[in-house]
């Protein structure tokens, strides 16, 4: 499975951004995840998806403010972010991890298999 994200940008604080996830292959399956990395910050954990069944895991400094969904018929993943903070800038990272269940554990690194390239999200005035 290849990964591509797109959709990255500068964006305002409390503006909106829908950063989308590409795969090469079939997702059905597949867990898909977002990540986030900012400058000399470690990577972190923002939002999973079952692409079988659709339930999802967030980062509980998203939880009301982003929202994942998936579209099976174009292996695609997507992160609607809103209300978006100057803290929420980073590159934006999606990856691809065998399997059907939807838990804690998705917010590993290790539960993933395949990652993207990444894209920039940049929130400033």
């Known amino acids: 499975v290849q990964l591509q994200a797109s959709g990255g940008g500068l964006v305002q604080p409390g503006g909106s951004l829908r950063v989308s996830c590409a795969a090469s292959?079939?997702?059905?399956?597949?867990?898909l995840g977002w990540f986030r990395q900012a400058p000399g910050k470690e990577r972190e954990f923002v939002a999973a998806?079952?692409?079988?069944?659709?339930?999802?895991y967030y980062a509980d400094s998203v939880k009301v403010r982003f929202t994942i969904s998936r579209d099976n018929a174009k292996n695609s993943a997507y992160l609607q972010m809103n209300s978006l903070k100057p803290e929420d800038t980073a590159v934006y990272y999606c990856?691809?991890?065998?399997?059907?269940?939807?838990?804690?554990?998705?917010?590993?690194?290790?539960?993933?298999?395949?990652w993207g390239q990444g894209t920039l999200v940049t929130v400033s005035s």
């Open positions: 990856a691809a991890g065998r399997g059907y269940t939807m838990s804690a554990l998705r917010s590993r690194r290790d539960a993933y298999d395949y």
């Open positions: 292959g079939r997702t059905f399956g597949y867990i």
């Open positions: 998806i079952s692409m079988a069944d659709g339930r999802t």
